[in-house]
Nanobody, 115 residues
């Protein structure tokens, strides 16, 4: 059973930064890709960022230039560094791991951007 546990969310002022972590119960090398998604109240879950097993990354246009996804294989952890946060970034952030046809999800961590 694969477990993904997110942490690092919280309340931050506009323009501030947060770093989210996603700790996996298995080696990151066992996944084809790791993703971050987010879901705001009343909205559909949306893609934020991906890092592939080969190290390639891709971002949603709304976060490009502000967010950075990275992985630490020694810690089996994927990070999402979020800078220049805006109120519209407020959401529950989820990580997922893709392995062949199976996707594993974490429980999410709340990020609130407000003054």
């Amino acid at each position: 059973q694969v477990h993904l546990v997110e942490s690092g969310g919280g309340l931050v002022q506009p323009g501030g930064s947060l770093r989210l972590s996603c700790a996996a119960s298995e080696s990151l090398f066992s996944f084809d890709a790791m993703n971050w998604y987010r879901q705001a109240p009343g909205q559909q879950r949306e893609f934020v960022a991906i890092v592939t097993s080969g190290g390639g990354t891709h971002y949603a246009d709304s976060v490009k230039g502000r967010f950075t996804i990275s992985g630490d294989n020694a810690k089996n952890t994927v990070y999402l560094q979020m800078n220049s946060l805006k109120p519209e970034d407020t959401a529950v952030y989820y990580c997922n791991g893709q392995r062949r046809l199976t996707t594993y999800w974490g429980q999410g961590t709340q990020v609130t951007v407000s003054s």
